[in-house]
T-cell receptor
Framework: SQQGEEDPQALSIQEGENATMNCSYKTSINNLQWYRQNSGRGLVHLILIRSNEREKHSGRLRVTLDTSKKSSSLLITASRAADTASYFCATYNSGTYKYIFGTGTRLKVLA | EAQVTQNPRYLITVTGKKLTVTCSQNMNHEYMSWYRQDPGLGLRQIYYSMNVEVTDKGDVPEGYKVSRKEKRNFPLILESPSPNQTSLYFC???????????FGPGTRLTVT
């Protein structure tokens, strides 16, 4: 069964605005990763946050992790049209050796 | 160039005709995995491999087989494809289990 649930399912914003998407999961994790997918193409890794970290930054990306609430958020600041894509969270649990992906958020950035 | 390659990229086949989708990576990665992506369901893991000759089931292994005879290759085999296996398939690899994954370009399979 799918563990990760992204929220919202779809998001449309103007260029320059910030985009926030959320991910909830059900079981304990070792790390949580965010990926981007451009229309049916292969996923590209964006950022990884470990279970003992609360916040991580990479360029215009900011990820937070709250293990007590089993949730994470991805913030993209100053969005660009090129950020239009689907974004997925994926959790990793060392007890199962598996990655579990969420259902994704479709982001559309309007120029 | 570091990459994961998959072949074929597109495949239309008929029910019951065995097929193999190849996956190869040139990064000397230990961990490899197959996923299927369906609308509204995200990516679901089919099989994974921790290393050569070590494979295990993911969340949706029914109807699929894999093998890992060499470190770089991880083919996905559909012995008797059915229409419910129509999907977009991705191969991925990572340095080790739990690390960031590198994805192939995908194989769009249609089973009629």
């Amino acid at each position: 069964s799918q563990q990760g649930e992204e929220d919202p399912q779809a998001l449309s914003i103007q260029e320059g605005e910030n985009a926030t998407m959320n991910c909830s999961y059900k079981t304990s994790i070792n790390n949580l990763q965010w990926y981007r997918q451009n229309s049916g193409r292969g996923l590209v890794h964006l950022i990884l946050i470990r279970s003992n970290e609360r916040e991580k930054h990479s360029g215009r990306l900011r990820v937070t992790l709250d293990t007590s609430k089993k949730s994470s958020s991805l913030l993209i600041t100053a969005s660009r049209a090129a950020d239009t894509a689907s974004y997925f969270c994926a959790t990793y649990n060392s007890g199962t050796y598996k990655y579990i992906f969420g259902t994704g958020t479709r982001l559309k950035v309007l120029a | 160039e570091a990459q994961v390659t998959q072949n074929p990229r597109y495949l239309i086949t008929v029910t019951g005709k065995k097929l193999t989708v190849t996956c190869s990576q040139n990064m000397n990665h230990e961990y490899m995995s197959w996923y299927r992506q369906d609308p509204g369901l995200g990516l679901r893991q089919i099989y994974y491999s921790m290393n050569v000759e070590v494979t295990d089931k993911g969340d949706v292994p029914e109807g699929y087989k894999v093998s890992r005879k060499e470190k770089r290759n991880f083919p996905l085999i559909l012995e008797s494809p059915s229409p419910n296996q129509t999907s977009l398939y991705f191969c991925a690899s990572s340095y080790g289990v739990g690390y960031e994954q590198y994805f192939g370009p995908g194989t769009r399979l249609t089973v009629t």
